[in-house]
Structures are given as C-alpha cells and as structure tokens.
DNA sequence: CAAGTGATTGTTTCT
DNA sequence: AGAAACAATCACTTG
C-alpha cells in the first residue's frame, strides 16, 4: 500500500541524510528547457504530463546518461548518511 | 532472513 | 513557498 505522498513529508531523523536524486530528476533537467521550449505557454499540467511520457519514449539507452548521473548522486547520499550515522553515534 | 515502508529528489507552472 | 503530475529510488526499519 504505497500510495503517492505529496510533498507532505514527515519528520525523520536529526541530521536528514535526504536520498538522493532519480535518473527522471536529472532527465528533466535537460528536458525542463527542450519540453518547455517547444512548447511555449503550456501550463505545467501539459508538460509534467508530457515530460513523464517522453521520458520512458526514449528508451533505456536514452535514460543512460540520466541513470549514470542517478548512480553518482547515489554515492553522494552515502556519503553524508555516514556521517549522519557516524555522528550519530553508531 | 525477508519484505515493505516511508521519505526524498527535481522540474514546471500557478496563486 | 508550497502544491500537484511525472518517475525513480532505494536505504532504512522492522517482524
């Protein structure tokens, strides 16, 4: 039963490692400009949506470079999640 | 050991 | 500043 929370997070640890990105935050970040630029004066119903769908058009050697940068952000949440749980005192 | 759970990430646009 | 569609995530917690 997952269900979708929207931005109504909850309280969490002390120092909050946060995560870490997704392979569709780094996609957006290049589409964010293309999807926008091609279509100038949509609301963001149309290009949330449309975004959503052209990212998986692509194909998982399009979300390559996306899921590359994904794996780095990865590691960059490790980092400070060991911290958080070192000076935790773990 | 295994499973699920929740929390989070970033974008856009709008008021 | 936050909210919602859009998708991934995936480390953490717990029985």
Do not use: C, H
Not at 16 to 36: G, H, T, W
Not at 38 to 51: A, D, R, W
Not at 52 to 81: F, I, M, N, Q, S
């Amino acid at each position: 039963m997952a269900e979708r929370r929207k931005t109504v997070r909850k309280k969490k640890d002390p120092d909050a490692p946060k995560r870490s990105l997704s392979a569709y935050m780094f996609f957006a970040n290049e589409n964010r400009d293309i999807v926008r630029a091609e279509n100038p004066g949509i609301s963001f119903g149309q290009v949330g949506k449309l975004l959503g769908e052209k990212w998986k058009a692509l194909t998982g050697d399009e979300k390559v470079p996306y899921e590359t940068k994904a794996e780095t952000d990865k590691k960059r949440y490790e980092k400070e999640k060991a911290e958080y749980a070192k000076k935790n005192g773990a």
